[in-house]
């Protein structure tokens, strides 16, 4: 009996996404690393080839991951960055030497793979999901190209996660609060036990500050395996910071040394915090020579983190923040009134439907003059109408409006935040906070950043 033959390669980005998309989606779930681990096996156990810093918790991994893989880069190491989810486009999960990856090189990872991944699919009792095939393509690549250090953000959790067959050298696990509660549960001791399992035997574990019992489980994990923990607030933190035009000055504790007055172009004291995670990160990975003061301080003036609190246009001012659960819309609720001084302040907000809506809502109740209520373009979007029904009973119903398309939500909430006198507010004091999902943001960014061209161009192909 012949063996079946292998499709054939796929030739264009479109292809890829479509093949990738076909497969389970991220939001279904079966607690297994059976599949991953057959399938990184096959490719020769990639995540194996390189020092791999591995972050999870509740917010801020991206921006964390992307301030450790700055940091890691002026060090002169080769870097690999896996982050999900993307923006804009698929592309922006994969990175190395801090670019995405290229269409044609995108391609070319997929088609290493995907020979693999039919035969994982015919040996297991559930197909390879898009987010495990992606995590392998991840790996692979960056065994490929070669990289030093492999900067791996969680998808969700920890322990069944498919990032965790690589065994980090660095765990980082940043604040953790409540979300993904349908699969994480509503626990917060629980959700812990999950995302400690990234931490492994002989590992460095840069802790951000933690409620008392959650610090126990991780504390009670580290010392089973044998880690090394670093604690926030105890070995590294934030000495100060000064909110300024375009970021803040923040004055790290660091592992190794104190460093100064750094201008980091984000806003918020989140952001500090993830600044100085990210340090204490490289710190470890790096050894007992302190890190120069010079490299440091070039390296966080470059630091960016898109749809993150990120000013996307003026006139008026319109920003775009990823905040998609009640512990994220309450450090970007502060980081508005920390860095800016928007009167009137119009909401777009645009969530799924398995998140916490309420909660989110009330969260920016008090920051918002108005709120329109909308929806991005994909099936776990819910519904505008039933978003705003909620938003009614929080923000009361003279300070709701329902508008389900969001381009048109994002015209109407610019006429609103111009129209300041509407609100007893001066003209053109007004802004746009378009929130509640990664996935609206990213349409959103799309709709209304300056076209660009050429093969770096990371918007939506859409």
């Known amino acids: ?19 990738l998309l076909s497969r389970w989606p991220e939001t279904r779930l079966e607690p297994s690393l059976d599949r991953i681990r057959a399938f990184t096996e096959l490719l020769g156990d990639p995540q194996h080839a390189y020092k791999v810093v591995h972050l999870t918790g509740t917010n801020g991994k991206t921006s964390t991951a992307r301030m450790v893989d700055t940091l890691l880069r002026a060090l002169d190491l080769r870097t ?11 592309t922006e999960r994969i990175s190395i030497d801090g670019e995405p990856l290229d269409d044609e090189t995108f391609v070319r990872a997929f088609n290493d793979v995907a020979p693999y991944t039919h035969l994982v699919d015919a040996e297991q009792d559930h197909p390879l999901s898009f987010f495990e095939t992606v995590v392998g393509m991840a790996f692979a690549a960056f065994a490929d190209a070669p990289v030093d250090v492999a900067v791996v953000e969680v998808g969700m959790g920890g322990s069944w996660d498919a990032t965790n067959v690589a065994d980090a050298d660095v765990a980082v696990i940043g604040p953790i609060a409540l979300d993904h509660a349908q699969y994480l549960g509503t626990e917060l001791t629980a959700i812990a036990a999950e995302k400690a399992g990234i931490i492994k035997p002989d590992s460095v574990v840069v802790l951000a500050e933690q409620t ?12 089973e395996v044998g880690a090394t923990i670093v604690r926030e607030g105890m070995e590294f933190g934030v000495v100060s910071r000064v909110p300024g035009v375009g970021g803040q000055l923040v004055s790290l504790q660091g592992l190794r040394a104190r460093y100064d007055d750094l201008f980091l172009p984000l806003h918020g004291a989140h952001q500090a915090q993830n600044a100085a995670v990210a340090l204490a990160a490289v710190e470890a990975l790096a050894g007992e020579t302190p890190l120069e003061d ?12 898109p749809g993150r609190l990120e000013v996307i246009r003026r006139s008026p001012t319109v920003v775009l923040d990823a905040a998609h659960n009640p512990h994220g819309a309450e450090a970007t609720a502060a980081a508005l009134e920390d860095a800016f001084n928007f009167s009137p302040l119009i909401g777009v907000i645009g969530v799924m439907g398995d998140k916490d809506h309420e909660g989110l809502l009330a969260a920016f109740e008090p920051h918002l003059t108005h709120v329109i209520c909308t929806q991005n373009s994909t099936p776990r979007a819910m519904p505008a109408e039933e978003l705003g029904r909620t938003a009614r009973d929080v923000f009361g119903e003279d300070r709701v409006t329902v508008v389900p398309r969001l381009a048109d939500a994002i015209d109407q909430a610019a006429a609103l935040a111009e129209a300041g006198e509407a609100f007893g507010e001066a003209l053109g004091s007004g802004a746009v906070l378009v929130t509640g999902s990664v996935v609206t943001v990213g349409e959103a960014r799309a709709m209304l950043r300056p076209p660009t061209r050429g093969p770096g161009d990371p918007r939506r192909a859409r």
């Open 1 to 19: 009996m012949t063996e079946p033959s292998q499709p054939r390669p796929a030739e264009t980005f479109a292809e890829v996404e479509d093949a």
């Open 80 to 90: 690999g960055r896996f982050t999900s989810p993307h923006v804009e486009r698929m």
């Open 212 to 223: 008392p019992e959650v610090a126990a489980v991780l504390l009670e994990r580290a010392a």
């Open 294 to 305: 010079d490299l440091v301080r070039s390296a966080f003036a470059e630091m960016t983190s």
